[in-house]
Each structure stands twice: as C-alpha cells, then as structure tokens.
C-alpha cells in the first residue's frame, strides 16, 4: 500500500448518534485539496452509523472503516455479530483489526488471524493493531510482545499489501499520555525494520495511536517515521480532528 500519504483514521469507538453526523458534515466542508493531497482521511464509527456515513461521504474523499469484524467469513447464526462481507457491503473499505480494546475483551491472535484471513478475501484493507500494556513495558518485553502479535496475528498471510499497521501503546490510550519522541521513533522504527526483515514488506505503513490531539500533535510530528495517525477521543470533536490535519499538513 503506498505510505506517501499521511493517514488520520478517526476511530469512534462506541460513542456517536445519528445526530454525531453534524461533526463528519464539518470535515466535509473542508474543501482543501491540499490537506487531500497529503492526508488520507478515514472515518471509522460503529456499525450503526456505517450506512448514513457512507451515504454522506459520497462524492468526497473520504473513505470509510469498521472498527472490527466476526472471524467468521460466511453469513451464520452468530447473534450480535457483522461479518467482513456485510461491512464492505455499506461501503467500508478499511477495517481495524487486533485493537487493544478488543484484544483485552477476548480477540486472540488466533481470532484475529481469522479476522485478516476474512477481510482480505473481502479485499478490505485493514488497519492490524499491535501495542504493548504498561505491565509489559515495564518488564522490558514489548519488542517481545509487538512482534508475537504480528507473527500470529500475520500467520499464513502471503498477500500483505492492504495491511497497514498502528503501533499503540495500550497504556497511551485514553490516558493522555504519550510515549516520549526517541522512544517512540526506536518503536516504530524497529517496528518497520521487522516487517521488512520478516515479513518482506518493502515499504512498511505504520501509525501511531493513544491521546493524539491538537496539544501533542507538534511533537509527534516531529518525529518523520510515523506515516499517519489512529485518532479516538479526539476524532470525534470535528473542531480538534480539523485542527490536528492542520497542523500535520501545514
Ligand atoms: P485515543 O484512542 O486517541 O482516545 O487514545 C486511540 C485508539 O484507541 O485508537
């Protein structure tokens, strides 16, 4: 997938009405073509507003994502569940897989090998998450961790070039705070260097998600190896989401 775009993925979570439509509506009117020249923006609310999202993006650049996917492929009695067909089917052509959110309420590495193998028949695109827990990252074992999330999250995947990938620390999400820029830089760095290493791809696309927002967003900027952003609490706020695609595309 080509990396020369900067990426702004707007991950709702479970937040956002069918009157939250107001706040993608603010991000429409920003006919800038230099911000669509440099930024690919990716809306991703929760299932239920996928159809009047996809509706209302029509004719702009915008483009559209799950936030998750059921491992099975086929339709089945699975109640409660959207498989990687019927999110493409409303329009999606991304989906994040492996999040830490969903990892921590039971997603294995298996499951969401499953979920990859699903989305890729579908041909989505799919934004893997890989992050390290505090626990894990004070006993020194994140490297150990990203990269055993990678290994089986990727098992059996030859055609690699819809993933990209989003390095969040789990203990930067929701918390406000953010790894410090040289650590950061060495993390997605090292991340780059193994998909390359072990997994041949060429020109790795790998983001940084946890607290982005229009204060830090200067400082994460300085640091040239992030290709984009993976944006919750912030994303929903049309004013701070214009503002942190400013200040990266300025
Ligand atoms: P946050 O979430 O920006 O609210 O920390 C990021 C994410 O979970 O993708």
Same mark, same amino acid.
């Given at each position: 997938?080509?990396?020369?775009?900067?990426?702004?993925?707007?991950?709702?979570?479970?937040?956002?009405?069918?009157?939250?439509?107001?706040?993608?509506?603010?991000? @429409?009117?920003?006919?800038?073509?230099?911000?669509?020249?440099?930024?690919?923006?990716?809306?991703?609310?929760?299932?239920?507003?996928?159809?009047?999202?996809?509706?209302?993006?029509?004719?702009?650049?915008?483009?559209?994502?799950? #936030?998750?996917?059921?491992?099975?492929?086929?339709?089945?009695?699975?109640?409660?569940?959207?498989?990687?067909?019927?999110?493409?089917?409303?329009?999606?052509?991304?989906?994040?897989?492996?999040?830490?959110?969903?990892?921590?309420?039971?997603?294995?590495?298996?499951?969401?090998?499953?979920?990859?193998?699903?989305?890729?028949?579908?041909?989505?695109?799919?934004?893997?998450?890989?992050?390290?827990?505090?626990?894990?990252?004070?006993?020194?074992?994140?490297?150990?961790?990203?990269?055993? #999330?990678?290994?089986?999250?990727?098992?059996?995947?030859?055609?690699?070039?819809?993933?990209?990938?989003?390095?969040?620390?789990?203990?930067?999400?929701?918390?406000?705070?953010?790894?410090?820029?040289?650590?950061?830089?060495?993390?997605?760095?090292? @991340?780059?260097?193994?998909?390359?290493?072990?997994?041949?791809?060429?020109?790795?696309?790998?983001?940084?998600?946890?607290?982005?927002?229009?204060?830090? @967003?200067?400082?994460?900027?300085?640091?040239?190896?992030?290709?984009?952003?993976?944006?919750?609490?912030?994303? #929903?706020?049309?004013?701070?989401?214009?503002?942190?695609?400013?200040?990266?595309?300025?």
């Amino acid at each position: 997938m080509t990396n020369n775009k900067i990426y702004f993925i707007a991950n709702w979570k479970m937040y956002g009405t069918l009157h939250s439509v107001q706040s993608l509506k603010n991000v @429409i009117k920003l006919k800038n073509k230099q911000i669509y020249n440099k930024a690919k923006i990716i809306y991703c609310p929760p299932y239920t507003l996928l159809e009047l999202f996809s509706k209302s993006i029509k004719k702009t650049k915008l483009e559209l994502g799950a #936030q998750n996917c059921h491992f099975h492929s086929e339709y089945g009695a699975f109640t409660g569940s959207v498989n990687s067909k019927m999110i493409k089917n409303v329009g999606c052509k991304y989906v994040i897989l492996g999040h830490s959110e969903n990892r921590i309420s039971g997603d294995s590495d298996k499951i969401i090998n499953l979920k990859v193998k699903s989305s890729i028949k579908e041909n989505l695109k799919i934004i893997f998450c890989i992050g390290e827990t505090l626990k894990e990252k004070k006993k020194n074992k994140t490297n150990l961790i990203l990269k055993k #999330q990678l290994i089986n999250g990727l098992r059996n995947i030859k055609n690699k070039k819809n993933i990209i990938f989003a390095y969040e620390p789990v203990w930067s999400i929701g918390t406000g705070i953010i790894p410090k820029s040289n650590d950061l830089e060495n993390q997605i760095l090292q @991340i780059k260097h193994f998909l390359k290493r072990k997994f041949r791809i060429k020109h790795p696309t790998v983001l940084y998600g946890g607290s982005v927002s229009p204060k830090n @967003i200067s400082a994460l900027n300085q640091i040239s190896s992030i290709n984009g952003f993976l944006i919750g609490g912030a994303s #929903q706020n049309s004013k701070k989401f214009i503002d942190i695609i400013k200040k990266t595309i300025n």
